[in-house]
């Protein structure tokens, strides 16, 4: 299940409730520029990074969702100072993962097409430690054109809870058989 924020004494009740709801609680922020901006700025991650937009019900919740259950509840209780915080702690790191995300590609991509055909897909799956169910399903794949865009990737290792969660299994893998565990 998704992560709770701010462990479990939530104050605010607001931590898996839709972004629009939550606009309705902030109430006018016309009286304070910093909060508006907080609340705009929230707003833009979450639509171009909707695996951020915390339902609870994540299978595998994004290390970011915590910061932006938290910038949300600061927004609820009037904390501008906090939420300007965890706002800009979001946006850095989502600028680190997506440069990441961008190499990860980019490496898997052999023949710079700017998307991954099944060869290419087959090998990032064998890569990461799946095995050929998940490749012929072609998952990341949501136009079903048999390609992998690189926003197709994007999307697919947010909602794996990020590049360092998608490459757990890999890191694993590879720890038990430097040790002889594999």
Same mark, same amino acid.
């Given at each position: 299940m998704g992560q709770q924020c701010c462990g479990s004494g939530n104050p605010t009740g607001f931590s898996g409730a839709s972004h629009e709801e939550m606009l309705k609680q902030f109430g006018d922020l016309s009286d304070?520029?910093?909060?508006? !901006? +907080? +609340? !705009?700025?929230?707003a833009q991650i979450t639509e171009e990074h909707p695996y951020l937009k915390p339902m609870g019900t994540e299978p595998m919740p994004h290390q970011l969702l915590y910061w932006v $259950? $938290?910038? =949300?509840?600061?927004?609820?209780?009037?904390? %501008?100072t906090e939420?300007? %915080?965890? +706002?800009? =702690?979001? *946006? $850095?790191?989502?600028?680190y993962e997506m440069a990441q995300i961008k190499d990860a590609f980019r490496r898997f991509d052999a023949d710079s097409s700017g998307h991954l055909d099944q060869n290419e897909f087959k090998y990032l799956c064998a890569?990461?430690?799946? @095995? #050929? #169910?998940e !490749? /012929?399903?072609?998952?990341?794949?949501?136009? *079903?054109? /048999?390609? +992998? %865009?690189?926003?197709?990737? /994007?999307?697919?290792? @947010?909602?794996?809870?990020?590049l360092q969660a998608l490459f757990e299994n890999r890191r694993k893998r590879v720890a038990n058989k430097n040790w002889g565990i594999w």
């Open positions: 304070d520029a910093a909060m508006a !901006a +907080v +609340v !705009a700025s929230l $259950r $938290r910038c =949300r509840e600061c927004i609820i209780i009037r904390n %501008s939420a300007v %915080s965890c +706002v800009e =702690r979001i *946006q $850095r790191s989502l600028n890569y990461i430690g799946w @095995g #050929e #169910e !490749a /012929q399903a072609m998952i990341m794949d949501l136009d *079903q054109d /048999q390609k +992998v %865009s690189y926003e197709e990737f /994007q999307l697919f290792v @947010g909602h794996m809870g990020g």
